[in-house]
């Protein structure tokens, strides 16, 4: 049993740690199984009450795993990629984040879908698909522009530039900067205090507030999946990561 993702609950809260820091906590297929997994036990388990997704406080996660992205491409919404992505759009209880370093690709994306997001002041969020020949995933081509503003989307999705916690914090997808030493801990304090409270009132308030555009959401990410599936296997993709496997710039002057 690989240790790439580990879970600890304790008093009602379910910690889920990316834990592969010598690959920059990128996610494999196989993580992504145990992360769907762990967040369909939370869901479930009364005795859960909060879920954390934390990773080190050097880098949160470099995104997809792109070797594993091109040995083992996802294939429909069963795939573990896409059951993870389902699980935290729906997760009923309050979810969270702590994030410092880079948050590349599914590490920003994530977070659209967490309730509280703490950041250290070394986080970096980017979200490089156009980069990398693709297109956005988990709701991201959605929830970004509601969340940026179109022109900040633009910039973040069509240019693939990085943005820093304080900007972070400036359009709301983070709740407080932190120094990275203690971003877990402050998620850890904020969940803590969540599971103290009821239950019911936790999971009726946040079905409220996200039901307007539950169903979007699910739409917008099933149709970008498709796109995100299929372009995977197109050449541009293809070029950038052969590029990075091979420690280049790629080319893409005929793509
Ligand atoms: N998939 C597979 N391996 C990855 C990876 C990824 N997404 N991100 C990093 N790694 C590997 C590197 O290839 C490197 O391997 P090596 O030691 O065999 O050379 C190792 O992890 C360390 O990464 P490195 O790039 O040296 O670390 P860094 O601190 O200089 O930079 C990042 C960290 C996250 C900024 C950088 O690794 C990066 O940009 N990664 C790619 C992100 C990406 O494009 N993700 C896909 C999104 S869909």
Redesign the pocket.
């Known amino acids: 049993m690989s240790n790439d993702i580990l879970t600890h609950v304790e008093a009602g809260v379910m910690t889920i740690t990316l834990n592969r820091l010598?690959?920059?906590n990128?996610i494999t297929s196989a993580m992504y199984g145990a992360m769907a997994d762990a967040l369909a036990t939370a869901a479930s388990d009364p005795g859960i009450r909060v879920a954390v997704l934390q990773g080190h406080e050097t880098?949160f996660s470099?995104?997809?795993?792109?070797?594993d992205f091109l040995n083992k491409p996802p294939a429909g919404m069963d795939s573990p990629v896409f059951r993870f992505l389902t699980g935290i759009a729906n997760f009923p209880k309050p979810l969270l984040a702590a994030v410092c370093g880079?948050a590349?690709?599914?590490g920003t994306t994530m977070l659209f879908h967490c309730d509280l997001v703490y950041a250290g002041d070394n986080a970096a969020f980017s979200m490089?698909?156009v980069n990398?020949g693709?297109c956005p995933e988990a709701g991201s081509s959605l929830l970004v522009p509601q969340m940026l503003g179109y022109h900040r989307a633009a910039e973040a999705l069509l240019l693939g530039e990085p943005f820093m916690a304080e900007a972070a914090l400036e359009v709301g997808l983070v709740n407080r900067v932190v120094p990275p030493t203690e971003a877990n801990g402050v998620a850890q304090a904020a969940a803590k205090k969540l599971a103290a409270k009821p239950i019911s009132a936790l999971v009726e308030t946040k079905r409220l507030m996200k039901k307007g555009q539950q169903q979007l959401v699910l739409q917008q990410m099933a149709e970008e999946g498709k796109s995100f599936s299929r372009m995977l296997g197109e050449p541009a993709a293809k070029e950038a990561f052969g590029a990075?496997m091979e420690k280049r710039k790629p080319d893409f002057s005929k793509v």
Request: glycine share 16%; aromatic share 10%.
């Open positions: 010598d690959r920059k990128s880098v470099a995104g997809n795993d792109i070797g880079p590349v690709g599914v490089p698909f990398l693709l990075f």
